[in-house]
């Protein structure tokens, strides 16, 4: 079955540091995967995708994802957290119907 | 528009109510979207257009939910006698959707319909 997984329902992380939110997968033939997040009392918005070619994909707010073909993974990164990124983040991908499946969701709390 | 475009951005009603949610998407947009979100939980998919045709219709809850899209653009969202469970907010969201490309499944978001149902 086609499905998205993110394991953790809350990460908190301390200012300054690095983030990770973690998103694994399993869909059939080459995954198109996605990072969306929601900051409080607001829509969903795109930070970034994967389709093909590097690994390392560069996003908005300076977020990056890395896809790990073999531990079928998609975390979403940044080097230096801050509390602005304090969110819900989703991860999403694209069955076989090209119609997206959605991740639980992830709610990140850094802390000043 | 520049975005998509949801109304009413908050809805109190009565339980047994009928309620209208609507939608506005980018303009071009072919593919359309309904999800359901509660208390800031996952995302529940309702319903999908793609044009003013619904090829997937499966996540639509009851038979108290229904929706339309007319003209290839704006969507109406209807729940009838409305219920307390029914509370939550309702997102809409529109993308190009052409199939096998790169482009496919961007989906950009509206702020939302908070409905409220006493």
């Known amino acids: 079955a086609q499905s998205v997984a993110q394991p953790e329902d809350q990460v908190n992380v301390a200012e300054g540091n690095p983030l990770t939110v973690k998103c694994t997968y399993s869909v059939s033939g080459n995954p198109y995967l996605f990072w969306y997040v929601q900051y409080p009392n607001r829509g969903l918005q795109f930070l970034l995708k994967?389709?093909?070619?590097d690994n390392l994909v560069k996003g908005s707010y300076g977020f990056e994802a890395e896809f790990n073909k073999s531990q079928t993974s998609f975390h979403l990164k940044k080097p230096s957290a801050l509390v602005s990124d304090s969110a819900l983040y989703f991860c999403?991908?694209?069955?076989?119907?090209?119609?997206?499946?959605w991740g639980a969701g992830t709610k990140l709390i850094i802390k000043p | 528009g520049a975005g998509v475009s949801q109304s009413p951005s908050n809805k109190v009603t009565e339980k047994g109510k009928d309620v209208e949610l609507r939608c506005d998407p980018i303009?071009?947009?072919?593919?359309l979207y309904w999800y359901r979100q509660s208390l800031g939980q996952g995302l529940e998919f309702l319903i999908y257009?793609?044009?003013?045709?619904?090829?997937?219709k499966s996540g639509l809850p009851s038979d108290r939910f229904s929706a339309e899209r007319t003209g290839g653009s704006v969507s109406t969202l209807t729940i009838q006698r409305t219920q307390q469970e029914d509370s939550a907010v309702y997102l809409c969201?529109?993308?190009?959707?052409?199939?096998?490309?790169?482009?496919?499944?961007?989906?950009?978001f509206g702020a939302g319909s908070r409905l409220t149902v006493l």
């Open positions: 994967y389709i093909t070619g």
């Open positions: 257009f793609q044009g003013n045709s619904a090829p997937d």
């Open positions: 969201a529109s993308s190009l959707v052409v199939q096998g490309s790169s482009g496919a499944n961007v989906l950009t």
């Open positions: 999403a991908v694209r069955d076989s119907n090209y119609q997206l499946i």
């Open positions: 303009s071009g947009h072919t593919a």
